[in-house]
């Protein structure tokens, strides 16, 4: 479900007509919904309810202060992977001894900081790691809370730059191996064992193959509860949403929202094909979703600058550019994209393809190619849909352009959560030393 409907004619972010939005904050500019990340927090919660289990969000899906701040009152851990996200989560009133510490490098300085605040723990993904983060623990006095990451060698049928539980990816410790790294970590000093950790990968769309991964580390983790009494089990992230909505009957249906279930399998269906197995278990059991969280709770708000046809194709470029939002760039990605104002007349709803492009010096700068789309005319607004995960967390300032706005809409009310930046910012940093 999400809270971006049609009403009267326009689209609108709960209460909210996201024209206002436009029109006050200017475009590009993100727009997030408080309620539906809230919504899918407790559908999850609700649905883990019958195990122990924590929910530690995945910032980097979206990492802006006050989306931090929504779900630590909600009661979320979160699953950091730099020093930056953990004084992120600081800054948003969050708790370090909720946050797991992942990522395949982690600097000196990040591991420092982290033992420092006393995370729950790290996640470590190879004997190389563990041997750093004991000796800096050794060098402070402390013992550091680990949980090795690993590898279960499963298919998570999702695109190849974000599935990570096969033996080709780079990610974790492969499970025929790992026992020896348990017993290594278990004779170092200033380690502590409390757990294990896995994620499969992202945009996983069925719920099979968290339950082969559940299954396939099942009895290590047995074996591991019984020899050095681990605390708990994180099953990662991953979840997937629905990206792309079927026309109610083709073209010229427009574009609704139907109040389905944000993701493309459902938190019940996720919930019934792995409770069993974790119920048995008997462990606490931790999850990392970012996408499932805040995907379907942002859209891109952005404006039609020119219209043109050009070798037998028609183009909309809009103000907004793969700078501001990389994924159909770079993962050739999927993202509906509506009209803001829904179209009426039978003119105005008359079907043809184009290509919505930024302005952006590179091919690759599109949301959408041969997309069927109403009649588009310069200065139309165009919300771009499921950007709320991976989409301001990934933008640059390519070419120069400056970082889009971001803002939040809670019921009729609506807010500017992070500037949008300036000419000026841009130059921030930089000196001429020579
Ligand atoms: N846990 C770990 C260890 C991860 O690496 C990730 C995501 C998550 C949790 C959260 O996964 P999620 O629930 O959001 O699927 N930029 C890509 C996605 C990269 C995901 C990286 N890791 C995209 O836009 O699709």
Same mark, same amino acid.
């Given at each position: 479900?999400?809270?971006?409907?049609?009403?009267?004619?326009?689209?609108?972010?709960?209460?909210?007509?996201?024209?206002?939005?436009?029109?006050?904050?200017?475009?590009?500019?993100?727009?997030?919904?408080?309620?539906?990340? @809230?919504?899918?927090?407790?559908?999850?919660?609700?649905?883990?309810?019958?195990?122990?289990?924590?929910?530690?969000?995945?910032?980097?899906?979206?990492?802006?202060?006050?989306?931090?701040?929504?779900?630590?009152?909600?009661?979320?851990?979160?699953?950091?992977?730099?020093?930056?996200?953990?004084?992120?989560?600081?800054?948003?009133?969050?708790?370090?001894?909720?946050?797991?510490?992942?990522?395949?490098?982690?600097?000196? /300085?990040? #591991?420092?900081?982290?033992?420092?605040?006393?995370?729950?723990?790290?996640?470590?993904? &190879?004997?190389?790691?563990?041997?750093?983060?004991?000796?800096?623990?050794?060098?402070?006095?402390?013992?550091?809370?680990?949980?090795?990451?690993?590898?279960?060698?499963?298919?998570?049928?999702?695109?190849?730059?974000?599935?990570?539980?096969?033996?080709?990816?780079?990610?974790? #410790?492969?499970?025929?191996?790992?026992?020896?790294?348990?017993?290594?970590?278990?004779?170092?000093?200033?380690?502590?064992?409390?757990?294990?950790?896995?994620?499969?990968?992202?945009?996983?769309?069925?719920?099979?193959?968290?339950?082969?991964?559940?299954?396939?580390?099942?009895?290590?983790?047995?074996?591991?509860?019984?020899?050095?009494?681990?605390?708990?089990?994180?099953?990662?992230?991953?979840?997937?949403?629905?990206?792309?909505?079927?026309?109610?009957?083709?073209?010229?249906?427009?574009?609704?929202?139907?109040?389905?279930?944000?993701?493309?399998? &459902?938190?019940?269906?996720?919930?019934?094909?792995?409770?069993?197995?974790?119920?048995?278990?008997?462990?606490?059991?931790?999850?990392?979703?970012?996408?499932?969280?805040?995907?379907?709770?942002?859209?891109?708000?952005?404006?039609?600058?020119?219209?043109?046809?050009?070798?037998?194709?028609?183009?909309?470029?809009?103000?907004?550019?793969?700078?501001? @939002?990389?994924?159909?760039?770079?993962?050739?990605?999927?993202?509906?994209?509506?009209?803001?104002?829904?179209?009426?007349?039978?003119?105005?709803?008359?079907? &043809?393809?184009?290509?919505?492009?930024?302005?952006?010096? /590179?091919?690759?700068?599109?949301?959408?190619?041969?997309?069927?789309?109403?009649?588009?005319?310069?200065?139309?607004?165009?919300?771009?849909?499921?950007?709320?995960?991976?989409?301001?967390?990934?933008?640059?300032?390519?070419?120069?352009?400056?970082?889009?706005?971001?803002?939040?809409?809670?019921?009729?009310?609506?807010?500017?959560?992070?500037?949008?930046?300036?000419?000026?910012?841009?130059?921030?940093?930089?000196?001429?030393?020579?």
């Amino acid at each position: 479900m999400h809270l971006f409907e049609y009403r009267d004619g326009r689209l609108h972010c709960e209460d909210v007509d996201l024209t206002r939005v436009a029109k006050e904050f200017g475009t590009p500019t993100y727009v997030y919904s408080a309620g539906t990340v @809230l919504d899918h927090y407790m559908r999850l919660d609700n649905a883990l309810a019958p195990i122990d289990h924590l929910i530690c969000y995945a910032v980097k899906a979206n990492s802006n202060r006050t989306i931090l701040k929504l779900l630590a009152e909600a009661g979320a851990g979160f699953d950091i992977v730099s020093g930056g996200e953990l004084f992120r989560v600081f800054a948003a009133g969050g708790d370090p001894a909720k946050c797991t510490f992942a990522g395949v490098g982690k600097s000196r /300085e990040e #591991i420092e900081y982290a033992l420092k605040e006393g995370v729950y723990c790290f996640n470590v993904e &190879s004997e190389q790691e563990l041997e750093q983060i004991d000796n800096i623990a050794g060098a402070k006095n402390l013992r550091a809370p680990i949980a090795l990451r690993v590898n279960p060698d499963v298919e998570a049928h999702t695109h190849e730059y974000i599935a990570t539980g096969s033996h080709q990816n780079k990610f974790g #410790i492969a499970l025929d191996h790992i026992a020896a790294v348990y017993e290594r970590a278990a004779r170092m000093r200033n380690i502590e064992i409390v757990g294990v950790q896995m994620h499969i990968g992202s945009q996983i769309t069925e719920a099979k193959p968290f339950a082969n991964a559940i299954d396939k580390v099942a009895p290590l983790l047995r074996e591991l509860k019984s020899k050095y009494a681990i605390k708990f089990f994180s099953i990662g992230g991953g979840m997937g949403i629905i990206y792309r909505r079927a026309l109610e009957s083709g073209p010229g249906k427009w574009w609704r929202d139907h109040g389905g279930e944000a993701s493309a399998f &459902s938190v019940r269906d996720y919930a019934d094909a792995i409770l069993p197995q974790l119920r048995e278990l008997g462990i606490r059991i931790l999850v990392e979703p970012g996408r499932f969280l805040v995907g379907n709770a942002g859209v891109l708000l952005t404006r039609v600058l020119h219209v043109k046809q050009s070798g037998g194709k028609k183009f909309a470029i809009v103000d907004a550019g793969m700078n501001d @939002l990389i994924r159909p760039a770079l993962y050739q990605s999927y993202h509906e994209i509506v009209p803001v104002k829904q179209p009426k007349t039978e003119r105005e709803r008359k079907i &043809s393809k184009v290509d919505i492009v930024g302005p952006v010096c /590179e091919s690759g700068d599109f949301f959408a190619r041969d997309r069927e789309m109403p009649e588009l005319h310069e200065d139309d607004l165009l919300a771009i849909m499921s950007g709320g995960a991976y989409g301001f967390a990934m933008a640059s300032n390519y070419n120069s352009r400056t970082l889009p706005a971001e803002s939040l809409v809670r019921g009729n009310k609506f807010a500017l959560i992070r500037k949008r930046q300036t000419w000026e910012d841009l130059l921030c940093g930089e000196m001429e030393p020579l």
